[in-house]
């Protein structure tokens, strides 16, 4: 069975942040905003001490955005260097995630260069996974996103970087045992774990996914794809005769029936054994 057809290629870096609403917007406006003696809301201002790590930390971290934000095509290298000491002063996670989500722009297409791109802006987005934030969620996207760059560093990219998978691994096992994981956050994780051949922890992901989510048909399909996958084609007989009792006309499980049969036999005959043709 082919994996690659499943891979977690649908999603993106860039895609994940922009999918959050206007997060890194409203993120890096406060960012700017805080070095000034108050950030007025609606309802109330926040103060913020002027204390060394604040004033030395935060201003040369949001000086480094800044820089990150018009640079163009213009090389990074000092600014992210600069992101990296602020966070050592000052550890606000928005500093690294923001600086990582600007890193975007500057994204190589030579897959030599591209390696050394992804490992610099993962750098950047592991920095805002400890770190607290005056933005609760800065951390689940940052993880997310690192783990979508892992997984195109040991498994996309020639040669890979075999240290990348255990990461990624990390990351994911870490949003199976958070609290308040969402379904979409369930299914990228599975996508991710799907494509390192992790069958384990991709059922484990499918199962938080399909109870978080039991009207989602991509769910469905998933775990006909993994039961595939991983040679269990009992559970893959089970699931797909399910979806034909509801659709017999279903070509997508029809064409993965003919899989499964194509599977078994294929089976049969490692075996030494001689299946009788379906009737």
Request: proline content about 6%.
């Amino acid at each position: 069975m082919n994996t690659k057809q499943y891979q977690a290629a649908d999603f993106s870096c860039e895609e994940v942040s922009q999918r959050d609403g206007g997060f890194m917007a409203h993120a890096v406006a406060f960012l700017l905003s805080s070095q000034q003696d108050a950030v007025a809301t609606s309802r109330f201002a926040i103060r913020l001490p002027q204390l060394p790590s604040i004033r030395n930390g935060l201003g040369q971290g949001i000086q480094s955005l800044m820089s990150l934000a018009i640079s163009g095509f213009g090389k990074p290298d000092a600014a992210v260097e600069k992101t990296k000491a602020a966070c050592g002063k000052h550890p606000e996670s928005l500093l690294p995630l923001a600086a990582a989500t600007f890193l975007e722009p500057h994204r190589p297409t030579d897959p030599r260069k591209l390696r050394d791109f992804l490992t610099t802006q993962t750098e950047l987005l592991q920095l805002t996974a400890a770190p607290p934030s005056v933005v609760p969620n800065a951390h689940r996207l940052a993880r997310l996103m690192a783990a979508l760059n892992q997984v195109e560093l040991c498994a996309r990219l020639s040669p890979p970087i075999p240290e990348a998978c255990p990461a990624c691994l990390t990351n994911l096992k870490w949003f199976l045992e958070a609290e308040g994981t969402s379904a979409d956050e369930y299914k990228a994780c599975f996508h991710i774990a799907f494509e390192l051949k992790e069958f384990n922890l991709a059922r484990d992901l499918l199962v938080r996914w399909e109870s978080s989510d039991s009207d989602d048909a991509s769910a469905k399909r998933s775990r006909i794809q993994l039961e595939l996958a991983a040679g269990a084609y009992d559970k893959a007989l089970q699931a797909i005769d399910a979806l034909l009792a509801k659709d017999p006309a279903n070509a997508w499980a029809l064409d993965r029936r003919k899989d499964v049969l194509r599977g078994i036999k294929h089976l049969a005959e490692s075996s030494g054994l001689t299946l009788q043709p379906e009737r």
